[in-house]
């Protein structure tokens, strides 16, 4: 059974910068598709970005140019920086995977619906 592990967030003033990982464990073979998701109070659920095992990467509308994401397909572990937070990427975040071949993004009719393994999440908060 694949089970997704995130660290990294925690609080920080606006501007600021954080970085996230995710590790993934219990499964032997590759994964073909990561990505971070978020979801702020009272919001949906919003892709973040995702990024497939042969390294190409899809961001979601409202951080391109912030975020930067990458893998260690090695590792079964994903990161991802963000930077010049602001108030509106308070959210908990979550790492999700799926095994499928196919498209791998966060712009799917329903945000996050294409992916089968889901992290607890991990909370990012950004005061101004």
């Known amino acids: 059974q694949l089970v997704l592990m995130e660290s990294g967030g925690g609080s920080v003033q606006s501007g600021g910068s954080l970085n996230l990982s995710c590790v993934a464990s219990?499964?032997?073979?590759?994964?073909?598709?990561m990505g971070w998701f978020r979801q702020a109070p009272g919001k949906e659920r919003e892709g973040v970005a995702a990024?497939?095992?042969?390294?190409?990467?899809d961001y979601g509308d409202s951080v391109e140019g912030r975020l930067s994401v990458s893998r260690d397909n090695a590792k079964k572990t994903m990161y991802m920086q963000m930077n010049n937070l602001n108030s509106e990427d308070t959210a908990v975040y979550y790492c999700?995977?799926?095994?499928?071949?196919?498209?791998?993004?966060?712009?799917?009719?329903?945000?996050?619906?294409?992916?089968?393994?889901w992290g607890q999440g991990t909370q990012v908060t950004v005061s101004s």
């Open positions: 990024i497939a095992r042969d390294g190409r990467i």
């Open positions: 999700a995977a799926d095994l499928r071949l196919g498209p791998c993004t966060v712009h799917a009719r329903i945000p996050g619906s294409d992916f089968k393994y």
């Open positions: 219990g499964y032997p073979y590759g994964i073909e598709c």
